[in-house]
């Protein structure tokens, strides 16, 4: 029997067991993960890990309870459904409360299980990620290594419904990445590179080492900016970032329950008709990418907005049953019940070099790093205010650098003053793609 | 529940232990944790749903030279211990070192917090119950308020730590946390509000606080933020109310005084002990023996007692935070910092409280001396880059100062600004100390709870970023 089976026998399980007049979810998970970090040509540790857990979903008479417990231990199962059906009695009755059904939508097939990550052997893991800091402090003397690190992971997950919903899936994946320190005098500032892959033989370790060591080493010497509106140029991390911030915007519950500026807009021109943003877990390219969502439908591709037009909204089963609408494959479990957000975000790239977009660009900011997203910007209100370092941008050349500013403006204006999108697509360890961004009229605040 | 001593037994532990040396690593340690907790949210009107958890597990710690292997299990049998075990050592050191033994002594406890009603033994009604009190509360504020969210939660964490050395510790620790969201609509869009509260107590936190106060301020926030105007763009004079401003101490200096960082050289205050670093008006304690305060521990996950540390002393540099390993490396003493998020993490040096002592100016007085500047009452998160100082914290209620008075509400953003430069430019410091909300302290992806506090203070140049030339 293989491992899915397993997992998916044991959901199975705890749903047969559903009394009479009650909904039962079982959300059984298991993985692993290695970490190795490398500091100055050593093991600085190296963890490996396994964690399990099960969650499960009661619903009756409309009124929801959940209890989860961070293992498969048979005997800790009637204790987690115990738990969950006490805790029914509390929730409020809610109309729209029920569990998902199947829908019909075939899962799009994807490779999503490697397995020469999966038997990939140990000392080769530690010796990319040596190989990663002995590359990245070769490509400068001014360069220190912070930590230059080998992740990976692996994830299984079962569904079971009295609705009829019986889903699987399972997923590795991998990444380096490396942390570095460029001093000059008393300065030190700092850079990252990483290297994403199904197996390890996809990273590209030169790549990862250059751009961790150009990033601190360009930022030498930084001054801080006076106060001025500019155009900004994202570096497509930034830009990735960027899109992540939106994400909650999309979700039909929060429009439903009246927390996004979206809400009333669909078919209206949100952005700049250049922008057209899709959310496409199917896409095997996208780190994120996963064939079931967190209620075990299938996942799918979700335009969200085409040529600057509000196309749709996403959903979960609750938000489509409240909204009357159709589940778009978009649920998902952070620890808890199931929410609705983004899986993994896709801006539809144009054809230009970051050095096509900056030539355009007679005075500007190129924007190499972002600090501060979860403070400075509220997603409900648009309110968009972020730390930033960087390099000037004068006449199409970038110049010297700066940092210790600021660049605001709100979510809905940055939106529509998007004046070109790079064709650089970079796909990052995180749930959207990055290419470089140019965005008109942004308050830098400095000096 | 039993206890986790009656769970995993002492001589399980010691097997355990000595497995972990047995490839010939010096240093082998268990963090045994039972961690039960209870959340209730509301949301849109109505319960959404009580959960419950649990989670159990042991991490397996070995150190071999300077490489750290760790293993992590939810199976607390002595076999899953013992394969634990084996496998940190292994992670380790490939090899062998042969037969090791690890003796232990009583389990040690250092209690700092005083629990009165353990939240497990309330019934879940009573949790609902505030929920509902506070969105009526809410709601009742202004016809203006649109959604409120409000979240209870509670846990009970049971750690157990033993490691080669002799350390054997336990400690109970006991949260309860309530906050509230509140979004108002208004002609110029939407606004949010925001506050919780949280100690290391019991459920008798809400005989010391109301709900309904937390909420209505909340409330308030937003409805009051739907006439704000953008905020400043530049360089201000900003007074920072009393309690709202300790992220600005962890941010621009605490998690540049984390050793293991300064041990890298990735901090601007590596090397500084002993220097000015900061306004002499300054002094900084870092404190996880403060009773109830959300960063409050008896032990650390380390099985180290809490402590009380001073780390600026009258601007002066005096002292790092340390953990176990940065602390043997420099030969120096363990300051009661090594903590993780749970058995399935390795400890690291963090901050428990960390507030800046109480100065003598009248918070009044701080206000009325600033001609045109930025008040903030309420700070979001914050971020910094510990090697370039460089770091940002969010401002979520502010107001502009006006000729020495508050005037206008502002929308929110963040301030930027360097660490050493803004502590040197402390220059005045209230009578008033208070610490603030509970916080959570992410760093290198763990998340820790953490307190923070300041008197009302006066910084007299940061960068606001708003959009209003």
Known sequence: ?447 | MGTLSELVGKETIEKVLAKGRSTGAGFSEIFIEDKRSTSAGLDDGRIEQVTTGCDRGAGIRVVHGETTGFAHTADLSEAGLLQAAEAAAVAAKQGSGGVVTVALGGIDTHQVNDVQILPNEVPKTRKVELLERANEAARSIDQAVVQVSAGYGDSVRRILVANSEGVFAADDQVRTLFRVSVVASGDGGMQTGYDSMGRTIGFELFDLYDVEELAAGAARQAVTKLKARPAPSGALPVVIKRGSGGVLFHEACGHGLEADLVGKGASVYRGKVGEMVASSLVTLIDDGTMSGEWGAIGIDDEGHHSQKNTLIENGVLTDYMWDYLRARKENHRQSGNGRRQSYMHLPMVRMTNTFVINGSSEPDDIVKATKNGVYVAKLGGGSVNTASGDFVFGMTEAYLIENGEITEPLREGNLIGNGPQVLRDIDMLGNDFAMGNPGTCGKDGQGVPVGDGQPTLRVKSLTIGGTAA
């Open chain 1, 1 to 447: 029997m293989s491992s899915d089976n397993a997992l998916q026998d044991l959901a199975d399980r705890i749903v047969a067991q559903a009394k009479p007049g009650e909904q039962v979810e079982a959300y059984v998970s298991r993985g692993g993960e290695t970490s190795i970090r490398i500091y100055e040509g050593e093991v600085e540790h190296f963890v490996s890990a396994q964690s399990e857990s099960v969650g499960i979903r009661v619903i009756k008479d409309g009124r929801t309870g959940y209890a989860y417990a961070g293992t498969l231990d048979e005997s800790v199962l009637s204790e987690v459904f115990a738990e969950a059906r006490d805790n029914v009695q509390f929730g409020s009755a809610d109309e729209w409360a029920g569990l998902a059904e199947p829908d019909g939508v075939e899962k799009v097939p994807q490779e999503l299980w490697n397995e020469e990550l999966a038997h990939f052997p140990t000392a080769e893991k530690i010796a990319i990620a040596k190989e990663l800091e002995k590359l990245t402090l070769a490509t400068d003397s001014r360069i220190r290594i912070d930590d230059a690190n080998y992740d990976d992971a692996y994830g299984e997950t079962a569904f079971a419904t009295t609705s009829g919903i019986r889903a699987h899936g399972r997923e590795n994946g991998c990444y380096v990445s490396v942390g570095t320190l460029a001093d000059d005098g008393d300065e030190t500032q700092t850079g990252f590179g990483f290297s994403v892959g199904r197996t390890p033989t996809e990273f590209n370790l030169a790549r990862a080492a250059r751009e961790a060591a150009d990033r601190a080493t360009r930022l030498l010497g930084a001054t801080k900016p006076q106060s001025k509106r500019t155009t900004i140029v994202l570096d497509p991390y930034v830009t990735a970032q960027f899109l992540r911030v939106l994400s909650g915007s999309f979700s039909g519950e929060n429009v439903q329950k009246g927390r996004s500026f979206f809400a009333d807009r669909l078919g209206e021109s949100v952005a700049n008709p250049l922008v057209t943003l899709i959310d496409d877990p199917t896409n095997p390219l996208a780190y994120s990418a996963t064939d079931i969502d967190g209620e075990g439908l299938a996942a799918r591709r979700n335009v969200l907005i085409e040529n600057g037009m509000l196309k749709q909204f996403l959903h979960s089963s609750y938000s489509a049953r409240r909204g009357q609408t159709k589940s778009t494959g978009s649920a998902v479990r952070t620890g808890g019940t199931p929410g609705v957000s983004c899986l993994a975000m896709q801006l539809v790239p144009g054809t230009a070099t970051q050095d096509e977009l900056i030539a355009q660009v007679s005075d500007g900011v190129l924007i190499q790093m972002v600090q501060g997203l979860h403070s400075g910007v509220n997603p409900i209100s648009g309110d968009f205010s972020t730390g930033a370092s960087g390099l000037l941008i004068t006449n199409g050349q970038v110049g010297a650098p700066i940092r210790e500013f600021t660049i605001a403006s709100t979510l809905q204006r940055m939106l529509q003053d998007v004046v070109a999108i790079g064709g650089d697509v970079d796909w990052l360890p995180m749930s959207a793609n990055g290419m470089s961004l140019v965005i008109n009229d942004v308050t830098m605040s400095g000096a």
